[in-house]
């Protein structure tokens, strides 16, 4: 496949990925074989980087590539976003059931892929007791979601494009988590800027600040880092089900 329409059609399943609990759009990346050079696009992000010449911002920034993937990422999400809203408005108990279900099944992903990994079991299991009483907790506390402020908006935005970068994390799994996953997906449906506004600019933030340190987490902490997010999502994805109630 040629290499541009390899990362228009990533891009593409990368968008449905994010607005899709349950799956990662990072690994989707992965698998397309473009997180590599989207990361490395987000590292260069650096004011000593520009340059008015198109060729010399094309070779650190890989705007070829760069610039469709988002483009075509950008077009998959407000595009779904619709059917999203129309699955969660006319078939909302069906569709909490699937999201549960794909969000319990990311969970086991998620801990099936560091199995081999897990060979201090009380580590783990502390790690995993954190998790799923996190997750327990958050969804008590959602109920700020009714009426955010922008403060909040600025951090939903920070958090779900950090989990963004995490690979075999879902952002929209922990959007979900913690209660902002209908806000955020109705109000690109619906081109709401109020609440799109702060939550871009949280985005932005992260794009600043995190890609290298979500990498040096990973690299030190993988195993802590999934075993937490794997019980936190569980726990969340069961809560999730419309005939359980706490």
């Keep these: 496949m040629n290499e541009r329409l390899r990362?228009?059609?990533a891009g593409f399943f990368v968008g449905l990925a994010e607005i899709l609990p349950g799956i990662s759009g990072s690994t989707i990346a992965i698998a397309f074989n473009v997180y590599q050079k989207f990361i490395l696009f987000l590292s260069n992000l650096k004011v000593s980087n520009l340059s008015l010449k198109y060729k010399e911002l094309n070779r650190v920034f890989f705007l070829d590539l760069i610039i469709p993937f988002l483009f075509s990422m950008a077009l998959s999400v407000i595009l779904l976003s619709n059917l999203i809203m129309f699955l969660f408005s006319?078939?909302?108990y069906y569709f909490l059931v699937f999201l549960g279900s794909l969000m319990c099944l990311i969970a086991f992903v998620l801990l099936n892929r560091i199995k081999d990994l897990l060979n201090n079991k009380l580590r783990i299991f502390f790690y995993f007791?954190?998790?799923?009483v996190?997750?327990?907790l958050l969804n008590q506390i959602n109920i700020i979601f009714i009426n955010p402020n922008f403060i909040i908006l600025l951090v939903v935005g920070f958090i779900a494009f950090s989990f963004f970068?995490?690979?075999?994390i879902s952002g929209s799994a922990v959007l979900l988590s913690i209660g902002a996953y209908e806000l955020i997906i109705g109000s690109i449906a619906t081109l709401n800027m109020t609440t799109l506004i702060p939550f871009a600019l949280g985005c932005l933030i992260s794009l600043l600040t995190m890609p290298k340190i979500v990498h040096y987490l990973l690299d030190r902490f993988n195993t802590?880092?999934?075993t937490f997010f794997s019980a936190l999502i569980l726990v969340s994805?069961?809560?999730l089900f419309p005939?359980?109630?706490l």
């Design 7 to 9: 990362f228009i059609v």
């Design 90 to 92: 006319e078939y909302t």
């Design 129 to 132: 007791s954190l998790g799923a």
């Design 134 to 136: 996190f997750g327990f």
């Design 165 to 168: 970068l995490m690979p075999g």
């Design 224 to 226: 802590n880092i999934m």
């Design 237 to 239: 994805g069961i809560l």
């Design 243 to 245: 005939f359980i109630t």
